[in-house]
């Protein structure tokens, strides 16, 4: 493919449930198969790429994603390239909007900040249409110390042990901004449980399952099958503490990305 002259700065939201997460992979349906699905659609026999700001596991939505899309040719009405996107894209993607942004734009280098949420209740069976959107937990659990447990990450740490296939050269020692847990009030709806909660956290990237081991570990807590000082020593350098739960995917959700202006 040759060298792209146009560049856009896309912003979409979508539901994550149906989809083998953002990345290509064979024979599964994913974000990006779709968003070039429909583009070859639309636009045949142009050279285009898209490059995302990052991947999302199967089944993790976005509030506010974001993808860079690369053109030989300028688009000539972008109102319009949204509307048509839109119209032919399954009802679970949407874009939200599309802006011209300048060919040493980076969206991987340039994204400042990603704020995650991860939604969740416990105590009692949540009504299955809940299922795309809540990760139900069935025990109880000790919400005051998961509370607690979510302020041990704030900071600058080595998450070696919060991540899964840990690849050679890969920066473990990440700075998470904040984290706490809150009550749902982003999310409504009239088969929603009467209680549910957020795992609120935001940093500038993190690593493959990294925010859904970090849930793993809190929900861990919440049962009292792990302490809040193994927490903090599992965030040590050589930590040997062993994980045992990934928060499933469908619980998760990509609520806002900052670029550097």
């Not at 583009?39 to 285009?48: D, I, K, Q, T």
């Not at 390239?81 to 939200?96: C, M, Q, T, V």
């Not at 809040?228 to 990305?257: D, H, V």
Request: net charge positive; proline share 4%; hydrophobic share 40%.
């Amino acid at each position: 493919m040759k060298i792209q002259g146009f560049c856009y700065l896309v912003r979409l939201q979508y539901l994550g449930f149906r989809y083998s997460g953002w990345q290509i992979q064979p024979k599964q349906r994913t974000i990006v198969g779709m968003l070039n699905k429909t583009f070859e659609f639309l636009y045949p026999n142009r050279s285009y790429k898209i490059l995302g700001a990052g991947r999302t596991d199967a089944k993790v939505s976005s509030l506010d994603g974001a993808f860079e899309l690369f053109l030989e040719e300028e688009l000539q009405d972008l109102e319009n390239f949204i509307i048509e996107f839109n119209k032919n894209l399954p009802s679970d993607i949407r874009l939200l909007s599309i802006e011209p942004v300048s060919r040493n734009f980076n969206i991987i280098k340039d994204s400042k900040t990603k704020e995650y949420f991860y939604f969740f209740s416990f105590g009692c069976k949540n009504h299955p249409f809940s299922a795309p959107f809540i990760t139900n937990y069935i025990e109880d659990l000790n919400l005051e110390i998961m509370k607690q447990g979510a302020e041990l990450f704030v900071g600058r740490h080595d998450f070696s042990i919060y991540t899964a296939s840990l690849k050679p050269n890969t920066k473990t020692v990440r700075t998470i901004e904040s984290c706490c847990i809150e009550k749902n009030d982003v999310l409504t709806a009239n088969f929603f449980p009467e209680n549910s909660y957020i795992l609120k956290i935001k940093g500038k990237g993190f690593m493959r399952y990294q925010i859904r081991m970090i849930m793993g570990v809190l929900v861990q807590l919440g049962k009292s099958e792990v302490t809040l000082n193994q927490i903090k020593l599992s965030l040590e350098p050589g930590s040997l503490f062993k994980l045992n739960t990934i928060a499933p995917g469908s619980g998760l959700l990509l609520n806002k990305l900052n670029f550097n202006s």
